[in-house]
């Protein structure tokens, strides 16, 4: 059981924040896999989501997820994990800098893949200054769009008509 923790966990920070980053060799293996084949065939669309979740208790998760185009319907799978108890620009600069940038070939067979995300700053700057395609891919999640568009139109007393 040790030699499979050894292998999945990346990094365990427990000050001046406590992060944790996770990901299974195999997930690495397979991502790098599918982007390669994306590059080689741009018939084979890819993508690269990260997103972060609410609060659970203390801690937030973020999940890096790709599309495994080898499987009829291109399920989404998960690369890389962190747990962390700050949404900090150094804690997302940990996970794409030191993590994504080390493990996942963007740089080299991403040029055309989309990296989606919400238009959170800390997540935005640290995809931004860790990965050189991001600025010509980095794509911002429609749903979160949405939504904040409607939290401005709230704020700015928008009628419902405005909000439809």
Not at 76 to 91: A, C, D, G, N
Not at 94 to 99: A, E, P, R
Not at 100 to 122: A, F, H, M, Q, W
Request: hydrophobic residues 40%; charged residues 20%.
């Amino acid at each position: 059981a040790r030699q499979d923790f050894e292998n999945v966990i990346r990094v365990i920070e427990i000050y001046p924040e406590t992060n944790v980053i996770f990901s299974d060799p195999s997930c690495i293996e397979l991502a790098n896999d599918l982007l390669k084949c994306s590059y080689m065939n741009k018939h084979i669309p890819q993508l690269v989501s990260y997103d972060t979740t609410f609060n659970l208790g203390n801690f937030y998760v973020s999940i890096l997820v790709m599309r495994n185009t080898y499987i009829v319907g291109d399920p989404i799978f998960p690369v890389l994990f962190m747990v962390h108890e700050k949404k900090l620009l150094r804690t997302h600069e940990l996970f794409w800098g030191s993590f994504v940038k080390k493990l996942i070939n963007l740089d080299k067979y991403g040029l055309n893949v989309p990296i989606i995300t919400d238009r959170e700053n800390s997540i935005v700057s640290a995809i931004l200054k860790s990965i050189d395609t991001a600025e010509i891919n980095l794509i911002f999640c429609h749903n979160h769009l949405i939504r904040d568009i409607k939290h401005w139109l709230k704020s700015n007393n928008a009628t419902q008509d405005d909000m439809k």
